[in-house]
């Protein structure tokens, strides 16, 4: 069965330095979303792309945050420089396809900045 | 803008129990809802996807039900096992479009023991 795929799954980073997310959609699909979740919350938003296309990306920190998806395929999302605030855990889904309305998750990335 | 809110935020119930989890958002105008589940640690896991205009779904021992106008699901689980026990998250889908963001709950922590 199709699964998203993310790297890594743990990171641990501190604070002012880089750091970056890897994931690979199902493939096919052409929508590709990145989601943050604190501890004890729903997951929200932070960016969404249609193809190699950003078509939401109102709740991303963009002095720090920034996302690309240079081929329409996999996609990266970094933040530069780490805030202790950043700490969550960042989630990947794509959808498309026949209906395409579902979403799918990847198993995530769980940053902790010291 | 869209606001999803999930009661309980968590329940504890005896093995074979019967219970329902409660979700509500304050638009009405949705595309979906979707029914996630989530294990400690772990991405999400879709268990039902409900469109605007059916009022229910069932899988298994699962049935999740849409009242848009009144701006509510529920997600009635029956006779559960230890198993079941996760964080489940409801999300609603605005727009017109199938590719829209999901606007998620806070989630319902759900405890089974044996």
């Known amino acids: 069965e199709a699964e998203v795929a993310q790297s890594p799954r743990y990171k641990i980073t501190e604070k002012s330095q880089a750091v970056a997310f890897w994931c690979d959609p199902i493939?096919?699909?052409?929508?590709l979303y990145w989601y943050r979740q604190i501890l004890g919350q729903g997951p929200e938003l932070l960016v969404q792309?249609?193809?190699?296309?950003?078509?939401?990306d109102s709740q991303l920190p963009k002095d720090r945050f920034s996302a690309e998806r240079l081929k329409g395929v996999d996609s990266t999302l970094k933040i530069q420089p780490a805030e202790l605030g950043d700490s969550a855990m960042y989630l990947c889904?794509?959808?498309?396809?026949?209906?395409?309305?579902?979403?799918?998750f990847g198993p995530g990335t769980r940053l902790t900045v010291t | 803008k869209q606001e999803v809110t999930q009661i309980p935020a968590a329940l504890s119930v005896p093995e074979g129990e019967n219970l329902v989890l409660n979700c509500s958002f304050t638009d009405s105008a949705i595309y979906n809802l979707q029914w996630f589940r989530q294990d400690p640690g772990k991405g999400l896991t879709s268990l039902l996807l409900?469109?605007?205009?059916?009022r229910e779904q069932t899988s298994g021992r699962l049935n999740a039900s849409l009242d848009k106008s009144s701006g509510r699901s529920t997600l009635y689980i029956a006779a559960s096992q230890p198993g079941d026990s996760a964080t489940y998250l409801c999300?609603?889908?605005?727009?017109?479009?199938?590719?829209?963001?999901?606007?998620f709950g806070q989630g319902t922590i759900l405890t089974v023991h044996p």
């Open positions: 493939s096919g699909h052409a929508t």
């Open positions: 409900i469109q605007s205009s059916q």
């Open positions: 792309f249609q193809d190699e296309s950003v078509v939401d």
């Open positions: 999300a609603v889908r605005v727009g017109g479009t199938s590719y829209g963001k999901l606007t």
């Open positions: 889904a794509s959808s498309g396809g026949v209906l395409g309305y579902e979403q799918y």
